[in-house]
């Protein structure tokens, strides 16, 4: 039987990056991941860009059943820190937008430095390695694995959500966490594209690839400034992800089309400068094309209207449509698209400083798994780093 100070299991982000600062305090470590490739989410993210952390990071961006969980991890392990290691392997990065962080040398180059903070510190990564079970004994963990039985002192589990299958999610680390008495937030997809199945369904897809620029908002959530794209399925785009996250289910979406701007005040002053002006015409000042020629519909208005007909009452019901056009999706295309997993292991049961299992002495539980879920842009990496580094301390 192998024996190890620490073993990882999940060979992603904080996976890589947990066993690479275990390794580096002297730990013999070992991290396990069923899938031929390491960090398959980091080689994707940013459309291969890899988008590494946000410059806002703040625990207001992260959902989580108790919001204050995160606080004491994201404090001790800062985005400028991850930047600092970037540096230490001569990587560099730019800010696109929003804080929002991406490696100049793309996202293999991360997994790569991962993989050498590990493996040169004297740890190590084995692929293509299934994990059959994990048992409590006496004095350690023994998990049986399909290259043999591993006893460890420590189990950091780093195997993810539920959220793009097709890289090799599985619901592993909820299984795990019930095993050991942990109760598990239902998991559901986030910073997902909303699907509709109504007359909407038809109207996006004739207005495919079209994209607004946006104030978006869910009930329960906050406001969202980034753009919105119409698809053959029905709605994308930053706005769309980030409010997907905060959507309950059943309720209405609001979309202010013209934020920061007063719409009624714009169509008053087009109707008073340029009366014979046909409706379409005047939206297409402040919306793409094909939009401001459908968008007159919502109101029961045709876009070759004048604005000289219009009646004050029709004005006042347009504006209010273009501040707050409420749309109910019929769900969202789910776990094959959604970019994480909301829910997870329930945080009351975890140290919020060192994420160790306050049910199991030795049991960690990091990144994605976890009932912490950021905000589109790089909160997700920011969160991976700041949890592993944080287990990394203790286990």
Not at 296 to 305: F, H, Y
């Amino acid at each position: 039987m192998q024996h190890v100070d620490a073993l990882v299991l999940g060979g992603g982000a904080a996976g890589l990056f947990c066993g690479g600062r275990l390794a580096k305090r002297g730990r013999s470590v070992s991290v396990l991941d069923h899938s031929k490739k390491p960090g398959e989410k980091i080689r994707i993210s940013g459309g291969g860009r890899c988008n590494f952390t946000n410059l806002e990071t703040d625990a207001k961006c992260f959902l989580s059943e108790n919001p204050h969980f995160a606080k004491s991890a994201l404090a001790r392990y800062t985005p400028w820190d991850f930047c600092s290691l970037m540096a230490e392997h001569g990587l560099t990065w730019h800010e696109k937008t929003l804080g929002q962080l991406f490696c100049d040398q793309k996202s293999g180059a991360v997994i790569e430095m991962l993989i050498r903070e590990l493996e040169g510190s004297g740890g190590e990564l084995r692929l293509e390695t299934e994990i059959y079970e994990v048992k409590r004994d006496a004095d350690a963990f023994v998990v049986q694995t399909s290259v043999g039985p591993i006893n460890a002192e420590s189990v950091v589990v780093a195997t993810g959500g539920l959220s793009i299958p097709k890289i090799g999610a599985t619901g592993f680390a909820y299984e795990l966490a019930k095993q050991f008495g942990h109760s598990v937030i239902d998991p559901r997809p986030a910073l997902v594209p909303m699907t509709f199945t109504d007359g909407y369904k038809e109207t996006f897809s004739e207005l495919s690839g079209v994209a607004i620029p946006v104030e978006a908002r869910a009930e329960a959530g906050p406001s969202f400034v980034e753009n919105m794209l119409l698809t053959h399925r029905g709605l994308s785009g930053p706005s769309v992800l980030q409010v997907s996250s905060y959507w309950n289910g059943s309720e209405a979406l609001s979309f202010d089309l013209v934020p920061g701007q007063s719409a009624l005040d714009w169509l008053q002053g087009a109707k008073q400068t340029a009366p014979k002006q046909p409706l379409s015409q005047t939206l297409a000042e402040k919306l793409p094309a094909r939009f401001a020629n459908y968008f007159p519909s919502e109101a029961n208005l045709a876009p070759s209207t004048r604005l000289a007909s219009l009646s004050n009452q029709q004005i006042d019901h347009l504006a209010q449509l273009l501040k707050a056009w409420r749309l109910k999706p019929a769900g969202t295309e789910g776990w094959r698209t959604a970019e994480v997993t909301a829910g997870g292991v329930a945080t009351d049961a975890l140290s919020s400083r060192t994420m160790e299992s306050k049910l199991q002495p030795g049991l960690f539980f990091i990144g994605e798994c976890v009932d912490v879920t950021g905000w589109l842009g790089g909160y997700n990496f920011q969160w991976a780093w700041a949890s592993a580094a944080a287990a990394a301390e203790a286990a």
